[in-house]
């Protein structure tokens, strides 16, 4: 059935994409990438195609050696351009040569002087939401898969990686040919390409780790546990069905914690902390391969049903691995963050709703942890309200019954009322999934270590700081709820004894020094400006940027201090968070 994605200029009912052969050079010197893609159509129809496209140079399309006329429409700003490929005539394969813009927003070029190792340059992509067509010509929505083979030179000694199997690596006139083989069909954001100096380990019979050779060793640490996460993960959602579980880890302008690309999770170096407390995220990024990569959301505008899903998945993950205790925690820590992004987009905007119209909205606009959040509140109530025992077979009968299929929100609910008619007599959906705000009977997170933390905010609120000694034992998410609670504005000398209980002079975990900066900046502890240069300047993960730059223009003393911040750094950011933070201080007015 033809879906509506109001993100995509591709109508499916002409034909679909159903297999991609791509013969790609990776140009550093130039920052493109040239090539050809051969396209297999599944149910073409006589008469033209749509393409989605973004800044894509067309070269040549041909079919079965037949030249093809095309032309390529106005920009819009959200969609990119529609690629109008005339009079295909039904004909069921053909081959498109392109180039890549330099400005490609899916992908990032880096100097080397911006990598772990400082000798070779990396690249990256980031495809979803809609970057995939800044790469090449496609049918750019989530509800259309394919599989892909791909050939790509690069440069010697610099290998590629992508989200496939890797089948093998000649060398030849100065350059690494690798092959690449992805026999599992999957939508076009989770298309996936990296290449730099990349080394290689094994954790386990299924999993290993790529990064470059300066941190691989630390990155083997910090992961090791990866091989009992997927065995975890089939417990609660049945067999892993991606042969190959990899995990790349990517130089810090990364813009994101994790990315699901199948068989290669892109991973922030921020993670690598040297506790492995962040694992977390490679258990959210592994259980897309379920929910997200298996089960795909049909449009953008059902991505609760990927995050949602995948939130409450990662929490049963923590549940088992960590104890109940630490995954309530968890679940405290991003609901503070969820709330705060409903407070920044106002408790009755639209983007507090599961689903809502996304018509002239990009989705990296409207990005926040409200999808991931109350979307898991929303399923962990429907668990609460039928058991256990029978929400674990709903979510095993949900898994097979649309696997590597994609459905929209109203699928889903059909699918719920059927499965657990009951859940309509305790649960009010409509409201759930479509109103705005946080809902009164949402579970409350509850912990013995939550206690313990709300014990010493009371504390300061009378006037005494927590005590050096006791919070030294706290785990990092603990802080991270005593930091996300203190009032904005504190005394600038609290700062300053905050900073020496907590350790953060030498702390790894950006997410603490984030949440502290805010407070320290708020509070106009002026001495704070050079760490936090040191953090934007050094890490181009949103999570981290979004809120620093944010307070940094809403703040008076450091207002005039956040555009000229910007502009030193940003040739180190991926062009997708160089978009988001543009918009950021345009919008503040900087
Ligand atoms: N798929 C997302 C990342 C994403 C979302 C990229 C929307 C582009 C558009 C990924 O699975 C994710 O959710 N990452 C989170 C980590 C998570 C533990 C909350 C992140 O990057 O912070
Ligand atoms: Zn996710």
Known sequence: MPISDPHSFSDTAQGRI?????????DFGTKTVRGTADYRLEGAAPGSLYLDVRDVEIRRITAHGRELAWRIDEKDAIRGQRLHIDNVDGASELTIEFATAPTATALGWLDAAHTAGGK????LSQCQSLHARSIFPCQDTPSVRFTYEAVVRVPAPLTAAMSADRLGIEEKDGHNVCRFSMPQAIPSYLFAIAAGNIAFRKLGPRSGVFAEPEVLDEAAWEFAETEKLIDATEKLFGPYLWETFNIL???????????ENPRLVFLTPTLIVGDRSMVSVVAHELAHSWTGNLVTNATWEDFWLNEGWTVYAERRLLEVL????????????????????????????????????????????????VPYEKGCSFLSLVEEKVGRERFDVFIRRYIETFKFRSLTTEDFLQFLTKELPEVENHIDLHTWIYGPGFPDDALV????????????????????????????????????????????????EDCARLEDIFGLATSRNRNILTEFYVVAINSGYEKILQPVEALVSTVGRMLYLKPLYRTLVETAWSRQLARPMFERHKRSYHPIAVGVIEKILVNAGV
């Open 249 to 259: 880890i990517l130089p810090p302008s990364f813009p994101y914690g994790g990315m």
């Open 120 to 123: 070779h340059p990396f690249m």
């Open 322 to 369: 960590e104890g109940e205790p630490y995954a309530q925690l968890h679940g405290a820590v991003r609901r503070e963050g969820m709330l705060e992004d409903m407070r920044i987009f106002g408790m009755d905007s639209a983007p507090t709703r599961l689903k809502f119209s996304q018509k002239d909205m990009d989705p990296d606009d409207v990005f926040s942890m």
């Open 445 to 492: 997170p509850r912990s013995p270590l939550l206690d313990d933390v709300y014990a010493r905010l009371n504390d300061y609120r009378l006037g005494v700081l927590p005590d050096k000694a006791k919070v030294e034992s706290w785990r990092p998410q603990q802080v991270e709820v005593f930091l996300k609670n203190l009032p904005r504005h504190i005394p600038v």
């Open 18 to 26: 159903q297999h991609i052969r791509f013969d790609l050079d990776l």
